[in-house]
């Protein structure tokens, strides 16, 4: 229906009939730009469901508890942290997207030797989105230190592409690959920690109703550390839930995440458990989380930096 006009009483009558799916959730926007206009396009109709700015701001704390032949004593395995960050995007040039990441975590390890200290993460989106889904690209810089002295840091870019697949009202499909190496720090030149890696991760969003969602993920990486003579490769799986509270655009979530990292050369293992719980706020698409997930900030990166600390600390 690309290109074709519809005056007022066809577009009623179609979508009384079934015939034009609901692409916008706002409809009373929708309805007052309508009656201004004498004729609209699909492509226009499209567009306008869109806002112009979006983006999500979070807080969260976690309780992590870490077991394996890695482990030893004088490391924590027993932490909290309190993290956040803000995504904010841009849509522009009808189905074109931008977004811009910042997130951060703390941890209280306190004085624990070889333990996930803090990270700061920053990524960049570059994505067209359709009603369909989305196709992109992203990249990064983190940091992150993983003792408790200034001895034990690692600096790491990375790159990828993305894509997403709307199941109709009701599911999201995600894909992420991509590559993750660098080797700043200042223990051993950074190189303790995982570096030349590559990495993937499928997750899936289930939507109950447009303001209750599940969703579960798997993340892969494969790569080197020790100073690039041992090899290392790890997984995530992660199940949460959100819920959105009002139309202003509030949520809260739960989410309890599962790592297994595996140094074979010298026999060494991590098992990672982490629960998180903690707000969200959306705005710009902030009706609902179905509205936040295809029209606002529903790009997200791979748990990199927690990878990066693990390695590069109890790990290693």
């Known amino acids: 229906m690309v290109g074709k006009v519809f005056d007022m009483k066809t577009m009623i009558f179609a979508r009384s009939a079934g015939l034009i799916p609901a692409l916008v959730f706002s409809s009373n926007v929708l309805a007052a730009d309508l009656i201004d206009s004498e004729t609209i396009t699909t492509e226009e109709f499209v567009e306008r469901s869109r806002p112009a700015f979006f983006g999500e701001a979070e807080i969260y704390g976690s309780h992590f508890h870490l077991s394996g032949s890695a482990v030893e004593a004088a490391e924590d395995v027993d932490y909290q942290s309190i ?144 100073n690039d003579i041992d090899s290392v490769d790890l997984y995530t799986l992660g199940v949460g839930l959100d819920h959105q509270f009002m139309d202003n655009g509030l949520s809260g979530f739960v989410r309890y995440e599962y790592s297994h990292y595996n140094q074979p050369t010298e026999a060494d293992t991590i098992n990672e458990h982490v629960i998180f719980a903690g707000l969200k706020f959306s705005f710009g698409a902030n009706s609902s989380l179905l509205e936040a997930d295809r029209s606002g900030a529903s790009l997200d990166t791979p748990p990199l930096a927690r990878w990066v600390a693990q390695t590069g600390g109890p790990l290693e």
Not at 97 to 118: H, R
Not at 159 to 173: K, L, M, P
């Open 83 to 226: 993290g956040g960050g803000i995504k904010l995007g841009i849509n522009f040039a009808g189905n074109w997207m931008i977004q811009g990441d910042l997130a951060g975590e703390a941890t209280n390890v306190g004085s624990a030797d070889d333990s996930y200290k803090d990270s700061i993460t920053t990524t960049g989106h570059v994505a067209y989105r359709n009603d369909m889904g989305l196709i992109g690209a992203f990249g990064g810089y983190l940091a992150t230190d993983q003792d408790n002295d200034a001895t034990d840091s690692s600096n790491r870019y990375f790159v990828g592409g993305e894509a997403q697949y709307f199941v109709g009202d009701t599911a999201t499909i995600y894909l992420q690959g991509g590559y993750l190496d660098g080797t700043g720090g200042d223990d051993d030149l950074g190189e303790d920690s995982i570096t030349d890696a590559w990495f993937a991760r499928i997750a899936a969003r289930y939507f109950f109703t447009p303001k209750t969602r599940l969703d579960g993920s798997f993340a892969y990486a494969d790569g080197i550390m020790d």
